[in-house]
């Protein structure tokens, strides 16, 4: 898969899936997801209320999938991210489930492009950097699982947004870019 880097908001970037760093409700929240359903629209949240009133929204680490509304994409994969407790709490692994995840419903959703935010280091305060290392991990792990169980895969372009010119940084210098 290629990985791609751009700085700005991930609501302007046309892609077959976007991802979203949503919360356990699915019912709304401020940030990339705020942004999200405000440009996205009713259908985004018709499709989150029926995901959380009859499947109990969605889990840590965990992915679903709505509509993408008025947005410049076919789907839009919701994921929780962990809140961040120190370490303590299993929250690497957690947020490594939320790629891994992801990219499995992007698989079966058969999207080509792919963007994601950097979940959880907003209000979830998830250490950018550690954040940005398993993000990149992810991608990785997610090629040798896809390998190991000889199973076809429509991803051909992940691209990571960064809101924030710290995290945009960051990727760059783990991607040697
Ligand atoms: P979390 O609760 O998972 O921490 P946040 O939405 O608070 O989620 O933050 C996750 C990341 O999304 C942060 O790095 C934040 O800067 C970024 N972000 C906020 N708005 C946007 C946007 N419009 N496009 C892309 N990233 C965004």
Redesign the pocket.
Known sequence: MNIELKL????AIPVDAIVN?A?TSLLG?????G?IHRKGGHEIFEDCVVLSTQHGGCKVGEAVYTRAGKLPAQHVIHTV?PIWYGGVKNEEKLLKSCYIKALQVANKLGAKTVSF??????????PKEKAAQIALQSIKDYEEIIANAQTANSVSTVIF????QV?YDIYKNLLGI
């Open positions: 700005g908001d991930i609501t760093a919360n929240g401020g940030g990339v997801d942004a991210g935010p950097n979940i959880s280091t907003g209000v979830y305060r998830f947004v960064c809101f924030e995290n």
